[in-house]
């Protein structure tokens, strides 16, 4: 009995699939940190050419890069995730108590506008249904950050282990990152042409969506936190974070953060801290975000904003922090084949 090359072809197709699937699950507890070194390596790459032409030494360019990276990501989470932890914790826990002790006590002449604001603000604060819905999307929120944050850091070994993985890929990645995706394409039964499509789209995402879009919403969320510390608002790293996420929604974004603050501060008789909060935000994020994102991002991605929002949320749902980035390219990726199999029907027609 003779086998076919269809049936040859069949069974080794069987074969590599159950190959893939056991790979999958034996790297499925350090993936996103695979992923995370990807990510780092493929930013990085540009350095590293530079900085081996310069070294003269290849393993020694790679050593630089990874170790810094990484030290780079360590100083990150003691000065920032540290810290956010604990007031996100408070937040969580006095949410209840910043709503039902709201002060305007400093409106000591209650024929004035701004007193008079102050009165309808507080009315408003004070009512049991602001009160029970304020608490509990506090609560959420503060709760998802504080469960999502300190799950990663409370395993310690867990979180160190990870580290060594993202060194070592992000070594790996920058010498043998080209290699590797002609391999991945080479792999793809596609005509060229598509592939190429995709290739396109995914490098195109990913710079728009980490190079424009999450840079500016970082620098967004620093910008706002910074000002709520210097003016003294509670937890300000904590509101930096949400004014970072809302960074993502068209139009608004952090001016739902910013706005309010600003009425309360004019409503507790805060008149110059109000002032400066106001006139700070119309600047300076209003200047990330309508002049600092297009040049970042320019024509480079083809997703509307909504759909960019879309897939930071359910990607922050589904995997976490990582979401911010495998979300909107998952989206740019789909839309993409959306568009190849359309194309394939028009010619099929």
Same mark, same amino acid.
């Not at 790297?27 to 990510?39: D, P, Q, R, Y």
């Not at 604001?117 to 608490?135: G, T």
């Not at 609560?139 to 060594?164: D, E, R």
């Not at 979300?327 to 028009?346: E, H, M, Q, R, S």
């Given at each position: 009995?003779?086998?076919?090359?269809?049936?040859?072809?069949?069974?080794?197709?069987?074969?590599?699939?159950?190959?893939?699937?056991?790979?999958?699950?034996?790297?499925?507890?350090?993936?996103?940190?695979?992923?995370?070194?990807?990510?780092?390596?493929?930013?990085?790459?540009?350095?590293?050419?530079?900085?081996?032409?310069?070294?003269?030494?290849?393993? $020694?360019? *790679?050593?630089? =890069?990874?170790?810094?990276?990484?030290?780079?990501?360590?100083?990150? @989470?003691?000065?920032?995730?540290?810290? $956010?932890?604990?007031?996100?914790?408070?937040?969580?826990?006095?949410?209840?108590?910043?709503?039902?002790?709201?002060?305007?006590?400093?409106?000591?002449?209650?024929?004035?506008?701004?007193?008079?604001?102050?009165?309808?603000?507080?009315?408003?604060?004070?009512?049991?249904?602001?009160?029970?819905? %304020?608490?509990?999307?506090?609560?959420?929120?503060? $709760?998802?950050?504080? *469960?999502?944050?300190?799950?990663?850091?409370?395993?310690?070994?867990?979180?160190?282990?990870?580290?060594?993985?993202?060194?070592?890929?992000?070594?790996?990645?920058?010498?043998?990152?080209?290699?590797?995706?002609?391999?991945? =394409?080479?792999?793809?039964?596609?005509?060229?042409?598509?592939?190429?499509?995709?290739?396109?789209?995914?490098? *195109?995402?990913?710079?728009?969506?980490?190079?424009?879009?999450?840079?500016?919403?970082?620098?967004?969320?620093?910008?706002? &936190?910074?000002? !709520?510390?210097?003016?003294?608002?509670?937890? %300000?790293?904590? +509101? &930096?974070?949400? /004014? !970072?996420? @809302?960074?993502?929604?068209?139009?608004?974004?952090?001016?739902?953060? +910013?706005?309010?603050?600003?009425? =309360?501060?004019?409503? /507790?008789?805060?008149?110059? *801290?109000?002032?400066?909060?106001?006139?700070?935000?119309?600047?300076? $994020?209003?200047?990330?975000?309508?002049?600092?994102?297009?040049?970042?991002?320019?024509?480079?991605?083809?997703?509307?904003?909504?759909?960019?929002? @879309?897939?930071?949320?359910?990607?922050?749902q589904t995997f976490g922090f990582l979401g911010l980035f495998f979300g909107p390219i998952i989206i740019a990726l789909f839309v993409t084949c959306i568009d190849i199999y359309k194309d394939i029907n028009k010619k099929e027609a």
């Amino acid at each position: 009995m003779t086998i076919s090359n269809n049936q040859k072809n069949a069974v080794f197709l069987i074969f590599f699939l159950m190959l893939t699937v056991f790979m999958s699950y034996m790297f499925k507890s350090f993936f996103s940190a695979l992923i995370v070194g990807a990510l780092i390596a493929y930013f990085l790459h540009p350095i590293y050419i530079k900085i081996k032409l310069k070294v003269k030494n290849k393993v $020694l360019s *790679q050593i630089i =890069l990874s170790v810094s990276s990484v030290l780079i990501i360590m100083l990150f @989470l003691s000065v920032i995730v540290f810290p $956010l932890i604990s007031q996100t914790q408070t937040v969580y826990q006095k949410a209840e108590y910043y709503i039902n002790n709201y002060d305007n006590s400093a409106c000591a002449d209650r024929n004035t506008t701004f007193c008079k604001v102050s009165e309808r603000v507080k009315i408003f604060i004070e009512s049991e249904e602001f009160a029970i819905k %304020a608490k509990e999307l506090i609560g959420s929120i503060s $709760l998802f950050f504080y *469960q999502g944050m300190t799950s990663v850091i409370s395993n310690v070994i867990s979180f160190v282990f990870s580290l060594v993985i993202i060194v070592f890929s992000i070594f790996y990645f920058l010498d043998y990152g080209v290699y590797i995706n002609k391999t991945i =394409l080479d792999l793809l039964p596609m005509r060229e042409s598509h592939k190429m499509q995709i290739f396109v789209r995914l490098r *195109q995402t990913i710079n728009a969506v980490v190079g424009g879009n999450i840079s500016t919403a970082l620098l967004q969320g620093i910008a706002g &936190g910074i000002i !709520f510390a210097i003016l003294g608002i509670p937890s %300000a790293l904590f +509101w &930096g974070l949400l /004014m !970072f996420i @809302l960074a993502f929604i068209p139009a608004v974004g952090p001016a739902l953060i +910013w706005i309010p603050a600003t009425i =309360l501060l004019f409503s /507790m008789g805060n008149i110059t *801290q109000g002032i400066i909060l106001l006139v700070y935000c119309i600047l300076v $994020l209003g200047y990330i975000d309508n002049i600092l994102k297009p040049k970042l991002i320019g024509d480079k991605i083809k997703l509307s904003s909504f759909a960019i929002f @879309l897939g930071v949320i359910g990607g922050l749902q589904t995997f976490g922090f990582l979401g911010l980035f495998f979300g909107p390219i998952i989206i740019a990726l789909f839309v993409t084949c959306i568009d190849i199999y359309k194309d394939i029907n028009k010619k099929e027609a």
